[in-house]
Each structure stands twice: as structure tokens, then as C-alpha cells.
Nanobody, 116 residues
Framework: QVQLVESGGGLVQPGGSLRLSCAAS????????MGWYRQGSGKRRELVAA???????TYPDSVRGRFTISRDNAKNMIFLQMNSLKSEDTAVYYC??????????WGQGTQVTVSS
């Protein structure tokens, strides 16, 4: 049974930083493409970062240079370091196992709110 558990969300002021974590179980983690998505109120869910089994990463222009995804294969975890946060980064952030695959699995989500 696949389980993805996110943590680290919260309220932060514009310009601040947060680090999200996702603990995975039930997946062949080191061989799985992992990622973070987000969904703001009234918006479609979008990919914000992905990391491949070989360590390569990809980001959309909206977060490139501000967000960094990483993985720890020994602990079956991924992380999302978010810097220079903006109000438009406010969303529920979801951990994903199997980015782009039809049987990709999702965590329950963690709320990130950027507000003064």
C-alpha cells in the first residue's frame, strides 16, 4: 500500500521560506520519479517540481530559482525548499509518486499560506 505523508506547511510572510517534506512507503522509491504539485483556490493543480531517479530535476518558470526539490533515497523522502515566497505561492501542496504516470499516487496535501 502506497503512503505519502507531507509535512512542513504553514503561514509565512512574503519573502520568507518554508521546507516541505514527504515520507513515502510502499513504493520502489529509488526508481520512482517523485514530485510536488500545488493547487490554489479556484485553480488547476500544477506541477511545481519533479526529481527523477537519477537526480535530475525540473521546474516551471514560475518557481525556478526559488524552489529546490531534493530526495533522500536512504530515508524514502523528498523535500521542497521554497524561498522568496510570494502570495501567489499560496496553495495546497501535494507530494506525488510517479510523476506523469497513469497510476501516480498522491499525498493528502499540506497548506502553504503566504501572507503578511
Amino acid at each position: 500500500q502506497v503512503q505519502l505523508v507531507e509535512s512542513g506547511g504553514g503561514l509565512v510572510q512574503p519573502g520568507g521560506s518554508l521546507r516541505l517534506s514527504c515520507a513515502a512507503s510502499g513504493v520502489d522509491f529509488s526508481r520512482t520519479r517523485m514530485g510536488w504539485y500545488r493547487q490554489g483556490s479556484g485553480k488547476r493543480r500544477e506541477l511545481v517540481a519533479a526529481i527523477f531517479s537519477g537526480g535530475g530535476t525540473t521546474y516551471p518558470d514560475s518557481v525556478r530559482g526559488r524552489f529546490t526539490i531534493s530526495r533522500d533515497n536512504a530515508k524514502n523522502m523528498i523535500f521542497l525548499q521554497m524561498n522568496s515566497l510570494k502570495s501567489e505561492d499560496t496553495a495546497v501542496y501535494y507530494c506525488n509518486a510517479g510523476v506523469g504516470e497513469p497510476d501516480a499516487r498522491w499525498g493528502q496535501g499540506t497548506q502553504v499560506t503566504v501572507s503578511s
